[in-house]
């Protein structure tokens, strides 16, 4: 199985100021078809999770811009430009161009 | 609008059965596949297994972990999707969810979740 591997696992941040979430995978995430099936998701407390971004850097409609997320190969990354209160939660990377599709432990953002 | 309902989960003995159900409604049901992903109790999330759209086969694909005591399928006719879980284990407490899969994508809708308590 492709082992995601998130860090930080717990990331305290002060308002206003960026973050970055690094995910990188055990093996490469390009598909046959040239695609790269590396998506990112946001668990608030007590929430199902919602999907930010898609295939790398793609952002979800409704997505706010401070959001964003890049990367290639094995490496990638989602980043905040500037975290605001309703930012606070799990977030998870996840890879689905090899089944079985697996996540990242999660990275937990809380408000310093 | 998109809305995906889980039901079914409540407590079952180790060994028993489950079915749980997922009612999907604001699309064409048919044309996605559909996923159901878990989340043990203070845990991160796990990919239970998911059920290809009738267009490209309606094939299933499982994890290790379940592979053998779970079954997914799907009613097009009703828009649901069932996660059929057989031989619980204590190890498969959790909450389920179900995911909306567009072609060539993941997860673009999650339900609400339901929870799986197997307990004796």
């Known amino acids: 199985d492709v082992v995601m591997t998130q860090s930080p696992l717990s990331l305290p941040v002060t308002l206003g100021q960026p973050a970055s979430i690094s995910c990188r995978s055990s093996q490469s995430l390009v598909y046959n078809d040239g695609n790269t099936y590396l998506n990112w998701f946001q668990q608030r407390p007590g929430q199902s999770p919602r999907r930010l971004i898609y295939?790398?850097?793609n952002r979800d409609s409704g997505v706010p811009d401070r959001f964003s997320g890049s990367g290639s190969g094995t490496d990638f990354t989602l980043k905040i430009s500037r975290v605001e209160a309703e930012d606070v939660g799990v977030y998870y990377c996840v890879q689905g161009t090899h089944w079985p599709y697996t996540f990242g432990q999660g990275t937990k953002l809380e408000i310093k | 609008e998109v809305q995906l309902v889980e039901s079914g989960g409540g407590l079952v003995q180790p060994g028993r059965s489950l079915r749980l159900s997922c009612t999907a409604s604001?699309?064409?049901?048919?044309?996605?596949?559909m996923s159901w992903v878990r989340q043990a109790p203070g845990k991160g999330l796990e990919w239970v297994g998911f059920?290809?759209?009738?267009?490209?086969?309606?094939?299933?694909e499982y994890a290790a972990s379940v592979k053998g005591r779970f079954t997914i399928s799907r009613d097009d006719s009703k828009s649901i999707a069932y996660l059929q879980m057989n031989s619980l284990k204590t190890e498969d407490t959790a909450v389920y969810y179900c995911t909306r899969d567009p072609p060539w994508d993941l997860a673009d809708y999650w339900g609400q979740g339901t929870l799986v308590t197997v307990s004796s």
């Open positions: 295939k790398v850097s």
């Open positions: 604001g699309f064409t049901f048919g044309d996605y596949a």
């Open positions: 059920i290809r759209s009738k267009a490209y086969g309606g094939t299933t």
